[in-house]
């Protein structure tokens, strides 16, 4: 069993209305989810890494 099917699954948000927002408010919604990306992408690196290392540890 992959430890990560005993987290809990969590509801995605419904998706922000966009019409009503200005340009500039578009780029700044657009920065934050690409914060957000580069934040997942580094705990996904971490948890890789963390794999890799049992891995080598127990010789998979």
Partial sequence: M???DL???QRKAP???LDGLS???LEEYVAELEA???RA???IAG???HRSA???LFKR
Avoid: C, L, T
């Fill in 2 to 4: 992959d430890p990560e």
């Fill in 7 to 9: 987290e809990p699954r």
């Fill in 15 to 17: 998706p922000k209305p």
């Fill in 23 to 25: 340009v500039a408010e």
């Fill in 36 to 38: 957000e990306i580069a």
């Fill in 41 to 43: 992408r580094g705990v």
């Fill in 47 to 49: 948890k890789q890494s």
């Fill in 54 to 56: 049992a891995d080598a």
